[in-house]
């Protein structure tokens, strides 16, 4: 059986084209296994982060005691039974004084 000039360069040119397709599956590959990677970093940066805020967050309302601004401005104690309005003046005052700590 003779194989013809013109099919051993179709079967070339069709091997270097998969060859190419193979490399750059590879190095596509190879960039989203990094980018997966990153990603992944970034995210348990972010949920470390996110717990510090959490702890200084109850590390403030400790220090404030049961009794802490809400955003409306009123003092809310842990039980929820009793409403008192303080002043800004009042708030800022705490605030500051935690500042200080």
Same mark, same amino acid.
């Given at each position: /059986?003779w194989?013809?000039?013109?099919?051993?360069?179709?079967?070339?040119?069709f091997?270097s084209?998969l060859?190419?397709?193979?490399?750059?599956?590879?190095?596509?590959?190879?960039e %989203?296994?990094?980018v997966k990677q990153?990603?992944?970093n970034?995210?348990?940066?972010w949920? +470390?982060?996110k717990?510090? /805020?959490?702890?200084? %967050?109850? %590390?403030?309302r400790?220090?404030? &005691?049961?009794n802490?601004?809400s955003?409306s &401005?009123?003092?809310?104690?842990?039980?929820g039974?009793?409403l008192?309005?303080?002043?800004?003046q009042?708030?800022?005052a705490? +605030?500051d004084s935690l500042?200080?700590?």
């Open positions: /059986m194989i013809r000039f013109e099919n051993i360069q179709y079967v070339y040119f091997f084209r060859k190419d397709t193979q490399d750059q599956l590879c190095t596509v590959t190879k %989203l296994i990094e990153d990603r992944g970034q995210e348990l940066k949920s +470390i982060e717990n510090k /805020m959490l702890h200084n %967050l109850e %590390l403030c400790e220090r404030l &005691g049961e802490y601004p955003v &401005g009123f003092a809310v104690s842990g039980s039974r009793s008192k309005q303080k002043s800004s009042q708030l800022c705490e +605030i500042k200080v700590r």
